[in-house]
T-cell receptor, first 111, second 116 residues
Framework: DAKTTQPPSMDCAEGRAANLPCNHS???????VYWYRQIHSQGPQYIIH???NNETNEMASLIITEDRKSSTLILPHATLRDTAVYYC????????????FGTGTSLTVIP | GAGVSQSPRYKVTKRGQDVALRCDPI?????LYWYRQALGQGPEFLTY????????KSGLPNDRFSAERPEGSISTLTIQRTEQRDSAMYRC??????????????FGPGTRLTVL
């Protein structure tokens, strides 16, 4: 399974866009990029996922580079409630649906 | 139910005792997963089921840990002869289908296990 690398922490001003990077240089062609977040001690919450095209939903946008070796999660207008740990995960292909989480990026939204 | 539920939410036990943690997945979800999460770390995969069949238990730390899902719905994670290092948050997740890279997992609130 491909490994991911994320910065351990980031700050973002409230109302501004939060751009969270992730490197996954060893990703294979049929592996998807998923983003989850975890607020306080709650269970991880699904945000978005993609294969090679950029994706957008009501929560965020996902930008995947053409070579698929990195991606960026964008929260367009960060609020205080977006303060959380964000996990970038590459889905293991053909071995089931388990996720391998890393340590993620701790995002703090500053008033 | 509306979401994945787990019980108990908190469990305190003495070293050497056995514990059973329960997970009730979202109704109709085929796949069920168990994770363990230490403080400050991301969830660590333990095992998962498709229906009642245990597909992968490679993440179970040792043979004191076991899991079952006899009727393809509720699952129980059992830890025998607990040790202090077993203290962690144990999380369960379920997903609607298996065999697809695009399916998403929905997590429960977790069981906080403390071994004294």
């Amino acid at each position: 399974d491909a490994k991911t690398t994320q910065p351990p922490s980031m700050d973002c001003a409230e109302g501004r866009a939060a751009n969270l990077p992730c490197n996954h240089s060893t990703i294979s062609g049929n592996e998807y990029v998923y983003w989850y977040r975890q607020i306080h001690s709650q269970g991880p919450q699904y945000i978005i996922h993609g294969l090679k095209n950029n994706e957008t939903n009501e929560m965020a946008s996902l930008i995947i580079t053409e070579d698929r070796k990195s991606s960026t999660l964008i929260l367009p207008h960060a609020t205080l409630r977006d303060t959380a740990v964000y996990y970038c995960i590459v889905r293991v292909a053909n071995t089931g649906n388990q996720f391998y989480f890393g340590t993620g990026t701790s995002l703090t939204v500053i008033p | 139910g509306a979401g994945v539920s787990q019980s108990p939410r908190y469990k305190v036990t003495k070293r050497g005792q056995d514990v059973a943690l329960r997970c009730d997945p979202i109704s109709g979800h085929v796949s069920l997963y168990w994770y363990r999460q230490a403080l400050g770390q991301g969830p660590e995969f333990l095992t998962y089921f498709n229906y009642e069949a245990q597909q992968d238990k490679s993440g179970l730390p040792n043979d004191r840990f076991s899991a079952e899902r006899p009727e393809g719905s509720i699952s129980t994670l059992t830890i025998q002869r607990t040790e202090q290092r077993d203290s962690a948050m144990y999380r369960c997740a379920s997903s609607l289908v298996y065999g697809s890279n695009t399916d998403t997992q929905y997590f429960g609130p977790g069981t906080r296990l403390t071994v004294l």
